[in-house]
């Protein structure tokens, strides 16, 4: 089992910055590919970013690329999400995944609100 809990969620203005955080724990972190997903309201929960093992590779969705950076730290167990120049459609509920496959996704936290007011 692998228990995900994401912080740093909160009421930003638009063109704003936050910074997500998702600490880990129980099995080995650096096993996982981490992810992160939001949902906004009536919508269905949409990918936002991928980050390899090693922090190697990163993927975003066009939505978010240029204004968010996915990064990780190994030795803390945590993932990061730093969101710039935030947008009112970035509204949602943020979730980390967990998966050893880079799509298959293994576990999930429980998600931090992001809400950006024009």
């Known amino acids: 089992q692998v228990q995900l809990v994401e912080s740093g969620g909160g009421l930003v203005q638009a063109g704003g910055s936050l910074r997500l955080a998702c600490a880990a724990s129980g099995r080995t972190f650096t096993n996982y590919y981490m992810s992160w997903f939001r949902q906004a309201p009536g919508k269905d929960r949409e990918f936002v970013s991928r980050?390899?093992?090693?922090?190697?590779?990163?993927y975003y969705a066009d939505s978010v690329k240029g204004r968010f950076t996915i990064s990780r730290d190994n030795a803390k167990n945590t993932v990061y999400l730093q969101m710039n120049n935030l947008k009112p459609e970035d509204t949602a509920v943020y979730y980390c995944?967990?998966?050893?496959?880079?799509?298959?996704?293994?576990?999930w936290g429980q998600g931090t609100q992001v809400t950006v007011s024009s």
């Open positions: 995944a967990a998966s050893i496959i880079p799509t298959k996704y293994d576990y």
């Open positions: 980050i390899s093992r090693s922090s190697g590779s990163t």
